[in-house]
């Protein structure tokens, strides 16, 4: 039990265009997911705690405008990278907590995003 | 920054046990210690979690020191495919608290 997915798990854009990623719980409902990226050989670094229903919280220094969430269901949340740059390219994964007594948190398998 | 410390790398010959330590001399008494590991270019991957009292599933054994300051993650018979950085995070049990990740444990199995 406790299955993240995420698609694409690879995509490679021109700068300029947009990209969005989609992360699911499988088997469970996630009232709450979350948005790393990691760079590498880099620990992951947390971007946005995405709540369902209502607006995500974003890090410090990670711009809302460009890297806009949705969480609009219990199983769903979107990250869509806008006028992506190569600076953006990275590993992008998501987390979705199992609600229960401690709140597991269950990682998706990670998005490569590419930006030429 | 992380509250945990952990060996930068370790190796363990493979069919032995893995038995990989973390300091947390500064958990909280509501903190709980997650183990996850991430094998290269994959999603983290949850192993097993506890408060106080020692856990173990299919995957691991956690043995938490009386005192709470260290624990220690085994992993009872390694495999080639255990070979992954692995990561201790102390935590309060609730979604609002986010996992902080340090530079965990680069574990080399070696047949």
């Known amino acids: 039990g406790a299955v993240v997915s995420q698609h694409p798990s690879r995509v490679i854009c021109k700068s300029g265009t947009s990209v969005k990623i989609e992360c699911r719980s499988l088997?469970?409902?996630?009232?709450?997911m979350f948005w790393y990226r990691q760079f590498p050989k880099k620990s992951l670094m947390l971007m946005a705690t995405?709540?369902?229903?209502?607006?995500?919280?974003?890090e410090q220094g990670v711009e809302k405008d460009k890297f806009l969430i949705n969480h609009a269901s219990l199983t769903l949340s979107t990250l869509t990278v806008t006028s992506a740059h190569p600076e953006d390219s990275s590993f992008y994964i998501c987390?979705?907590?199992?609600?229960?007594?401690?709140?597991?948190?269950?990682f998706g398998p990670g998005t490569r995003l590419t930006v030429l | 920054d992380a509250k945990t410390t952990q060996p930068t790398s370790m190796d363990c010959a493979e069919g032995r046990a893995a038995n990989l330590p973390c300091n947390h001399s500064?958990?909280?008494?509501?903190?709980?210690v997650y183990w996850y590991r991430q094998i290269h270019s994959q999603g983290p991957q949850y192993i097993i979690h506890?408060?106080?009292?020692?856990e173990t599933n299919e995957m691991a054994s956690l043995i938490i020191t009386e005192d709470r300051k260290s624990s220690t993650l085994i992993l009872p018979h390694a495999t080639l495919r255990d070979t992954a950085v692995y990561y201790c995070?102390?935590?309060?049990?609730?979604?609002?608290?986010?996992?902080?990740w340090g530079a965990g444990t680069k574990l080399i199995i070696k047949p």
């Open positions: 987390s979705a907590a199992l609600r229960g007594y401690t709140d597991t948190q269950y």
């Open positions: 088997d469970f409902q996630a009232t709450t």
């Open positions: 995405s709540n369902e229903g209502s607006k995500a919280t974003y």
């Open positions: 500064t958990i909280s008494g509501n903190e709980y």
């Open positions: 506890g408060l106080k009292n020692n």
């Open positions: 995070i102390v935590r309060v049990a609730d979604s609002n608290y986010q996992l902080i």
